[in-house]
């Protein structure tokens, strides 16, 4: 069965550090790739987004992530992190075969240490 | 933000009693599920709706029904609630098919004792 995989529960970075979230996905073609960002007490909300051509793609808060097909990964990054950016991160992607739903991976909990 | 509401926020509630939760947007999105997210399981789907009156099923659906009857409302409703039923749910809105985007509520925190 298609997965997404966050092999980090927990991460902890200082404040001004560089940070790497990875993800792992499980499928035959290129995916769609999400990574979404949910402060405590909130909804989640789309940092970025992967559908197809610069492997390399920017979003929101000064995030990138690059997808690596060899790998099968979608790797978030930021080069420098802020305390603002302690939150739980998520990776999502379509199943094979279902166009209108997401499968979630379990989540990355940021913590920034001042 | 997307045009999403949830209601009620937080809810405490007792076993064997129905709950429903209910999901407004004004996105006039095609779209709507419903998940529900607990520690280590990230988010799970419910149930989701493609159109008014059309539903089916997501990963988790057992103990669980929705309904549709108008494009911006989107009903959860636990028939007999349990203690594993405790859980925040979200909802989320989809405009179209092709892109997958979908756009999330606040989330409703449901306590069953």
């Known amino acids: 069965a298609q997965s997404v995989t966050q092999p980090d529960i927990h991460i902890t970075v200082s404040e001004g550090a560089s940070l790497e979230l990875r993800c792992n996905y499980s499928y035959g073609a290129t995916p769609y790739l999400f990574w979404y960002v949910q402060s405590p007490g909130q909804g989640l909300q789309l940092l970025l987004k992967y559908f197809s051509g610069d492997t390399l793609v920017q979003g929101i808060k000064g995030f990138e992530a690059e997808f690596k097909r060899s790998q099968s990964s979608f790797n978030l990054r930021k080069p420098s992190v802020h305390w603002s950016d302690a939150a739980e991160y998520f990776c999502a992607a379509p199943p094979s075969g279902a166009t209108n739903k997401l499968i979630f991976g379990t989540g990355t909990l940021l913590a920034v240490q001042p | ?113």
Request: aromatic share 10%.
């Open chain 2, 1 to 113: 933000d997307a045009g999403i509401t949830q209601s009620p926020r937080h809810k405490v509630t007792e076993t064997g009693t129905p709950v429903t939760l209910r999901c407004h947007q004004t996105e006039n999105h095609r779209y709507m599920y419903w998940y529900r997210q607990d520690p280590g399981h990230g988010l799970r789907l419910i149930h989701y709706s493609y159109g008014v009156k059309d539903t089916d099923k997501g990963e988790v659906s057992d103990g669980y029904s929705v309904s549709r009857s108008k494009t911006e409302d989107f009903l959860l409703t636990l028939e007999s609630a349990t203690s594993s039923q405790t859980s925040v749910y979200f909802c989320a809105i989809s405009e179209s098919d092709r892109d997958h985007e979908q756009y999330f509520g606040p989330g409703t925190r449901l306590t069953v004792t």
